[in-house]
């Protein structure tokens, strides 16, 4: 499974956009990209995920790079309820093991 | 929906006694099932996958006579610490899927194990 990299932590304002990024520049072709959310003390929340279309559902979207190597999580307005570990994760749909990184750490301040 | 249940979230037990974690797919069949380790202020490693019906395949580094899985039915899988010890205390979490469906991984809310 291609290894991912992302920053070790964000801030965002109360109401604005959260843009989360991740480099995943050795993924290959059958890898998807899956977004999850971490809140202290609990299980990862499942957040979105996608092959090399960009998606969006209720919590965000998830925006790919053409040549797939990067990708962005776009929380659209933020909440203090959103904050949290932010794991971004490659792996193919079969087997599915998820080898997480160290993800990033977004505070969104009042 | 894609509930996973976890219990118990939290267990403090003796050094030398052995600890079963029970982990639930509550609204969907889990064909698959997965086990993670949390150390404090650490990401979660994964220790092992199980799909239903078959031996467990553990991570590199996982004792599998320490950590013993079963995963009998589509809704249920069990992880037990044997002889655990104070290392072995830790934030425990499992995830379960449905690949039949392209399904991702949901996760429980974990357990919490000390060992004295």
């Known amino acids: 499974d291609a290894k991912t990299t992302q920053p070790t932590s964000m801030d965002c304002a109360e109401g604005r956009a959260a843009n989360l990024p991740c480099n995943h520049s050795t993924i290959s072709g059958n890898e998807y990209v899956y977004w999850y959310r971490q809140i202290h003390s609990q299980g990862p929340q499942y957040i979105i995920h996608g092959l090399k279309n960009n998606e969006t559902n209720e919590m965000a979207s998830l925006i790919i790079t053409e040549d797939r190597k990067s990708s962005t999580l776009i929380l659209p307005h933020a909440t203090l309820r959103d904050t949290a570990v932010y794991y971004c994760?490659?792996?193919?749909?079969?087997?599915?093991?998820?080898?997480f990184g160290t993800g990033t750490s977004l505070t969104v301040i009042p | 929906g894609a509930v996973v249940s976890q219990h118990p979230s939290w267990v403090i037990c003796k050094s030398g006694t052995s600890v079963k974690i029970e982990c639930r797919s509550l609204?969907?069949?889990?064909?698959?099932m997965f086990w993670y380790r949390q150390f404090p202020k650490q990401s979660l490693m994964l220790m092992a996958t199980s799909n239903e019906g078959s031996k467990a395949t553990y991570e590199q580094g996982v004792e599998k006579d320490k950590f013993l899985i079963n995963h009998a039915s589509l809704t249920l899988s069990t992880l037990t610490v044997t002889s655990a010890h104070p290392e072995d205390s830790s934030f425990y979490i499992c995830s379960a899927r449905d690949t039949r469906y392209n399904q991702p991984q949901h996760f429980g809310d974990g357990t919490r194990l000390s060992i004295l």
């Open positions: 994760i490659a792996t193919r749909n079969t087997g599915n093991q998820f080898y």
């Open positions: 609204d969907f069949q889990a064909t698959t």
